[in-house]
């Protein structure tokens, strides 16, 4: 499946940089997207909040909803933020491995091999009885995580991170080692942990240097209670992507408080710029460095974590919080701005889910729609459709901002 | 990557010619689409204008907004059309110097290469000065291709025909020659002319033959100021591609007054029938031949002069003088009425542009919403979509001129 990120590459003679300076800037509001709630009289959060800032740019902007991967398709945020940033999310996929690395920032190597760990219970019989181990405390997650790191392996060096709770990192450094394995978790109760095993002919070095591990793993913590194994799943290496940068020809930063975000952007070699852990440091970052980049990524985090919570009041108010930030950018004078998520967050079902994402889109180029009003139902008559492909909004910014020449004569 | 042409061709059992007799015409109007322009009080030139016939079909028909490319790609006049006629403009691509012979009536044989020539202004040192020698005269053109003409090339024919200010083209016939050459034109000043190069293997003989007339060129050239050069870019042959016939099975005319849209046409093998320069004589000329063909493409030119002039007025007089024929073309009672542009214009921007472009179709089988009157926001909520691709069109037309079988059992 060819992404936008082929197709304009192979279509469209770039501006290039700096043509015109132009300048975008991509909001994204993680889990935006809600469900009606009762405890709001009906409404979402979205459509519940008090966000004048984001209206006043609808009814100069031109709205929509849409859909991260496909119809029907929950995204995880990898998956989300890629597809927002052009990259079709069914092809540039992610390892869980990686993004755990990423998530915890850890600075992986082109030829690491990085996988997510749980620890599990086993019982006598090696058989799993718990894949979380009583979702152990993150305290004895960190004292597990010292005795792994005891290990030796041959010619590798292994690190082991702590995640949260029953989760880990686990990265090998060395030589010939490949992605391409199974996952040793068996996703049931009731089986033994799954022996390593390669997808490719050229595996047999890091299977065995996997075995090796869950064995002396096993061996380590045999006497620890509960969390007595490891179950290992997503190997992954750091993927070779083509850049956002060499696709868009666009100097871009991103300004993300969680490292996960950070690492997501750092894939596709977008610049990280240094910024707090509030919107109002990343709205400061934002204005320091206004004059060193053509597109800037800010990312609002807590809606999202609302949403997870169930907590319909709070993501109402995390809403309001950024919408009390949009005049701070907007003076700024940008030429496009685009507000959307990378995901519904329902605070009703607590969890991502597959409904469209409410998207608006300003520059002076844009033609206005009738949508008067940011929310779920009133961008369903946005001009940009009600459930359009999330890849298409960097296209429609790159027009907007005046960079990409016509096609064709 | 497959177009409507092939997807259709695979799937649908035809009806094929004549089944039933049901008409179809395609009116599409050149550079429609606009943005809200403050000096028509927030409205596009479309909704400022008095439209009450195409309003009036809206009342019965379905509407929305196509995009003939990509979300934000900026169509060329030849994809615009392509995609309308249900050609992938992303797959069928067309040379610029095929479209240069097509738009001054060049008969254009299937083994001519065809170049789109600048004369340009290079200095002593041989970098370009001025890519269009300062937009010399038509005049001053003509005498130059004077001048050209009279160069000799080993073994082929040499046709050279002035196009417009700058502009001219140039045309090789003889055996063995490829339009695979990348462009003399370095498209910056103070560089040289590009060397010609081939891209394909079999390319040395065009490649020295254009080498030949390159050299010859600015020998003939050098006394003169400031047109001292020529750049050549676009090579291409006339491509051979399913006819609109052959696919669809209808027997269709062409009724355009610009010899470029001719020539497209020309392109897909529909009939090109002489007309006049006005949109009246376009309407004669329909009516002349109403009982010789199946469906009808005519072309109303003007919206897009005007767009491109930047000048708002002019354009509603056009889109006002496009409607006012209207009844005469209902008057021949056809089945099918599709009313649409090839891409937008818009009057701000004074150039082709990204935006969707509205669509009216009608026809006693189609499925009326709620539009009641042609203009970009009111066709947002059309039935047809407010982004869909314009290669949908051509299906629908023919489904509702009922020429198209069930699919399956």
Redesign the interface.
Known sequence: M?GYVE?IKS??PYSGFGKCRLKGIFVIIDGLGDLSCKLLNGKTPLEAADTPNLDNICKNGIC?LQQPVLSGITPGSGPGHLALFGYDPVKYKVGRGVLSALGINFDLKSNDVAARGNFCTIDENGQVTDRRAGRIPTEKNVELCNILREIDLPDTELFIDTVKEYRFLMVLRGENLTGELIDTDPQIIGKKPLNPKGLTSDSDRTVNIVKEFVSKAHNALRHQSPANMVLLRGFSKKPNWPTFKGTFKLNCAAIAAYPMYRGLAKLIGMDILETGQELNDEIETLKKHWNEYDFFYIHAKKTDSAGEDGDFDRKVAKIEEVDRHIPKILDLGPDVVIVTGDHSTPSLLKYHSWHPVPVLLYSN?C????VERFGERACI?????PR?PAQ?L???????ADR??????
């Open positions: 060819e197709k279509l469209i929509g180029r033609r206005p729609d009738n008559t946005g001009g940009l459709g359009f298409d960097m296209p429609l910014a790159l027009a907007n990409l020449d016509k096609f064709g004569a």
